[in-house]
């Protein structure tokens, strides 16, 4: 499909062309391909973890916290957040993050906590 059409696309939609699928070079043919066999898995990914950090800023806002979204590490994301306000950002970052997108496997998140990243985990 990819070699036909010249682009792959996200469940989201979004478009990556890869011209290297018409390449005659076999080395950039074959990046091409590892790029069309990819984009879908990664580019969806992306598209879900920005959809869930949108929701997860919106809901922040919303709520008046003080808490703030730091960092994106693939799909994890890094929140600093007062000890008064733990438990409820918790269930917001999970219900954004599950909630981000339906998919016939369900997301499942897993929350780690500590006073840095490494801790966290």
């Known amino acids: 499909e990819a070699r036909e059409k010249g682009f792959v696309t996200t469940i989201f939609g979004r478009k990556r062309p890869v011209p290297e699928l018409r390449s005659r070079n076999p080395n950039i043919r074959a990046l091409g391909e590892r790029i069309a066999i990819n984009t879908p898995i990664q580019g969806s990914a992306a598209d879900i973890i920005k959809k ?49 997108c339906e998919l016939t496997v369900p997301l499942k998140v897993e929350i780690g906590e500590g006073r840095n990243w490494r801790e966290a985990h």
């Open 52 to 100: 869930a950090m949108n929701s997860l800023y919106r809901a922040l806002k919303e709520r008046g916290l003080k808490s703030r979204m730091v960092l994106q590490i693939h799909d994890e994301l890094l929140v600093e957040t007062p000890e008064d306000e733990k438990e409820e950002v918790k269930g917001l970052v999970r219900g954004c993050m599950e909630g981000a």
